[in-house]
């Protein structure tokens, strides 16, 4: 008996056919249209999602204010280029999000369109405010895939044959707690980490070099990994004492995935500069670089930006998304997805041995699978399985981490209770099955 095709495996096979290998495949899923957290595949097929665009639709699939902000904005100029025709767009995004992310005493911000673009002008702002070359950035680190962001990307996976790299680009390994701190207390390793931060000043580059150092509060695709409260506060302090710029990357964890703006509001520590993406434009390309405004003044004129720096109809779609995030209470509504999610999770690590960690803050948690209940031996196959799994019972995953170890949960913050109980029961009984011996 031949087994008919579907139409969702004829897409596969087209994109097989016309698309090039090196674009990642990962997840089969398909789509024929989407609302709040609900994918509906080629064949009709009703799919939860828990991947959330890779946490761009924080507000949901096609929000309706944000879809008829892009109508109304299409209907009157598409591109002039902010460069050439000033548009009131983009100058009254800027202000949204200075008044949302206010860095100092005052703010300024620029708009570009891709989260590797937004770092790709952070690190070329901070090197023109401290007319220094080298950058320090994190192990586990993901930062795009354009030149320097690729550099200061950790995952050699990422990067195979596409050097030689940026130069001045030096790396130090992240504080994961959970996977490197042995037997020490979490204060006993903060504090040896911190150590090794003070010490790269004298082995790893030399600090009056230094423009900038990058990190994400919350690494996303480096496992879902919180950096330690107070290695944030030591890392704070050792910038100033040494004239260099804190630049956090928010692309993944902005715009109320944690239960904030941006993850450094919670830990209440403030950067020079941060970049966002993603979830602030609910699908479409938009990231800006906010800053303090004698930091972003430091750029010379023609610099930084680019012929699409902030497309008018996605400054439109941003504004009415932030607009949207307000009047629903988004970052409260994180707190409590958050709240289930880790609650649910937490019971079932008693259940599965396998599961080595649960961790995040909000509703931006990642799943941790280990061999022997050892932080050193990831367990890639088991999250494969998981993955798989849960796919063909209709939840949309990702998995993360170097070692794709990882399990991250990113549905759209507007995902019903009915829904978001629905998702996790099938994770859960998939996580059970791939773990039963």
């Known amino acids: ?29 398909t789509v024929k249209s989407a609302k709040g957290a609900i994918i509906i595949d080629a064949d009709g097929r009703e799919l939860i999602d828990f991947a959330g665009g890779i946490g761009v639709v924080n507000a949901g699939h096609c929000p309706e204010p944000v879809v008829a902000a892009i109508r109304e904005q299409a209907g009157k100029y598409l591109h002039t280029s902010f460069n050439v025709v000033t548009y009131e767009p983009y100058i009254e995004l800027c202000e949204e999000l200075i008044n949302i992310l206010p860095h100092g005493k005052k703010t300024k911000a620029m708009l570009v369109s891709t989260g590797a673009e937004a770092v790709e002008n952070a690190i070329k702002i901070a090197r023109q405010a401290t007319k220094r070359p080298a950058v320090i950035c994190y192990t586990g680190a993901y930062h795009g895939r354009t030149m320097m962001a690729m550099t200061l990307t950790s995952k050699v996976s990422y990067k195979y044959d596409c050097g030689p790299f940026a130069p001045e680009v030096y790396r130090l390994p992240f504080p994961n707690v959970y996977r490197y701190k042995g037997d020490r207390d979490e204060a006993t390793y903060v504090k040896d980490e911190l150590k090794r931060l003070h010490e790269s000043a004298l082995n790893l580059v030399d600090i009056k070099s230094v423009a900038a150092i990058i990190v994400e509060p919350i690494q996303g695709e480096g496992g879902f990994n919180p950096i330690p409260q107070k290695y944030l506060e030591g890392l704070r302090a050792f910038c100033d004492e040494h004239g260099i710029m804190l630049i956090m990357d928010e692309v993944q964890s902005g715009f109320c995935r944690t239960g904030y703006w941006a993850s450094w509001q919670h830990y209440g520590v403030e950067p020079d500069l941060s970049t966002y993406a993603k979830s602030m434009g609910s699908g479409l390309p938009i990231a800006a670089v906010v800053g303090r405004a004698e930091v972003m003044d430091a750029a010379a004129s023609g610099s930084i930006g680019g012929t699409y720096i902030g497309s008018p109809v996605c400054c439109a779609a941003s504004l009415a998304t932030i607009k949207y995030m307000k009047d629903i209470d988004l970052n409260q509504k994180a707190n409590e997805v958050g709240s289930t999610i880790m609650n649910r999770l937490k019971s079932l690590m008693q259940e599965c041995p396998e599961i080595g960690d649960v961790r995040g803050i909000g509703a931006m948690i990642g799943i941790e699978f280990v061999k022997n209940g050892d932080p050193r031996q990831p367990d890639a196959e088991t999250c494969a399985k998981i993955v798989k799994g849960c796919s063909e019972n209709g939840l949309i995953i990702l998995s993360a981490g170097t070692h794709k170890n990882i399990i991250r949960i990113l549905s759209p913050l507007v995902i019903t209770h009915e829904q978001l109980d629905k998702g996790m029961t099938i994770m859960e009984n998939e996580i059970k099955k791939a773990t039963r011996k």
């Open 1 to 29: 008996m031949i087994k008919e095709i579907t139409k969702s495996q004829e897409l596969l096979d087209r994109r097989k056919d016309a698309v090039a290998n090196g674009v990642g495949v990962f997840n089969t899923a």
